[in-house]
């Protein structure tokens, strides 16, 4: 394993019943690199986030984190080692405040056993750095969808990650959110974060990552930088023909 690959991923399997999730897939994270994870519906993408995670276990493979392979342990272990996620659909505790919501991702999620009062001071930092402070007292539920997904990566950031994995951050969302959230991610990028997004808004994902790793029927169709990507025939028959943003 290379000096700066921070993540590593080595002909991971993965099946449900006969379904076959993942058929061998393998990538590297370099530090610092932003990583972008696409490919249509049911490629496997979220599947492998899982298994990097810690929630699925592969049934053949592994997975390096920092030269350790972590591929048995579980996601609380991944998570106090660095590695921290967002969720597709964010599912915040609704009846508590914003800054609550950080706090709790600051106090279980650092590797190091902190009190609550320094929980809370990395909580009121993280929602200035990602712009939700005004909504600090709010309660969640409260938030717009936008706000959702901000508070999503303020809960991630709460764990002091070294590798931040995105789950589709900006979907749904009006195109001043989307510009406003990736100039977040690379702010969060050049805090010295390593990212591997998975994303279907092409502008956003092609916009901010350093390469592309496209995933197709559990396999992995392609790699390389996003101008190569945009221009693969296979990727542009299998998903990017469908994408009328994608080079734009
Ligand atoms: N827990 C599960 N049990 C059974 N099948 C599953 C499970 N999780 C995923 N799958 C199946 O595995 C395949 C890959 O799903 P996955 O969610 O990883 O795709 P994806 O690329 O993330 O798709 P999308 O872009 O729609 O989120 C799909 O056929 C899906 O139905």
Same mark, same amino acid.
């Given at each position: 394993?290379?000096?700066?690959?921070?993540?590593?991923?080595?002909?991971?399997?993965?099946?449900?019943?006969?379904?076959?999730?993942?058929?061998?897939?393998?990538?590297?994270?370099?530090?610092?690199?932003?990583?972008?994870?696409?490919?249509?519906?049911?490629?496997?993408?979220?599947?492998?986030?899982?298994?990097?995670?810690?929630?699925?276990?592969?049934?053949?493979?592994?997975?390096?984190? *920092?030269?350790?392979?972590?591929?048995?342990? *579980?996601?609380?272990?991944?998570?106090?080692?660095?590695?921290?996620?967002?969720?597709?659909?964010?599912?915040?505790?609704?009846?508590?405040?914003?800054?609550?919501?950080?706090?709790?991702?600051?106090?279980?999620?650092?590797?190091?056993?902190?009190?609550?009062?320094?929980?809370?001071?990395?909580?009121?930092?993280?929602?200035?750095?990602?712009?939700?402070?005004?909504?600090?007292?709010?309660?969640?539920?409260?938030?717009?969808?936008?706000?959702?997904?901000?508070?999503?990566?303020?809960?991630?950031?709460?764990? *002091?990650?070294?590798?931040?994995?995105?789950?589709?951050?900006?979907?749904?969302?009006?195109?001043?959110?989307?510009?406003?959230?990736?100039?977040?991610?690379?702010?969060?990028?050049?805090?010295?974060?390593?990212?591997?997004?998975?994303?279907?808004?092409?502008?956003?994902?092609?916009?901010?990552?350093?390469?592309?790793?496209?995933?197709?029927?559990?396999?992995?169709?392609?790699?390389?930088?996003?101008?190569?990507?945009?221009?693969?025939?296979?990727?542009?028959?299998?998903?990017?023909?469908?994408?009328?943003?994608?080079?734009?």
């Amino acid at each position: 394993m290379s000096q700066n690959i921070i993540l590593q991923v080595d002909e991971v399997w993965k099946t449900f019943g006969g379904l076959v999730a993942l058929g061998g897939v393998s990538l590297k994270l370099h530090q610092n690199e932003i990583l972008g994870l696409i490919g249509p519906n049911g490629a496997g993408k979220t599947t492998l986030f899982n298994v990097i995670a810690g929630a699925f276990r592969p049934d053949r493979g592994t997975v390096i984190f *920092k030269h350790e392979n972590i591929t048995g342990l *579980k996601p609380n272990r991944r998570c106090h080692l660095g590695i921290s996620r967002t969720f597709q659909i964010p599912k915040p505790f609704l009846d508590m405040s914003v800054l609550d919501n950080v706090v709790v991702g600051a106090y279980f999620g650092s590797a190091r056993r902190i009190g609550i009062e320094a929980a809370r001071d990395a909580a009121v930092e993280i929602l200035n750095f990602v712009g939700l402070d005004k909504q600090k007292d709010y309660p969640a539920k409260n938030l717009t969808i936008g706000e959702r997904k901000k508070l999503e990566l303020c809960r991630a950031l709460a764990a *002091k990650p070294d590798v931040l994995l995105l789950d589709e951050v900006v979907g749904g969302l009006h195109s001043s959110e989307v510009k406003e959230i990736m100039e977040v991610i690379k702010r969060i990028n050049q805090s010295g974060v390593a990212i591997l997004m998975i994303e279907h808004v092409m502008k956003a994902v092609m916009g901010v990552s350093q390469r592309i790793v496209v995933l197709q029927y559990g396999k992995k169709l392609a790699e390389g930088t996003p101008d190569e990507i945009v221009q693969n025939e296979e990727v542009i028959a299998a998903y990017l023909g469908g994408k009328r943003d994608a080079a734009s």
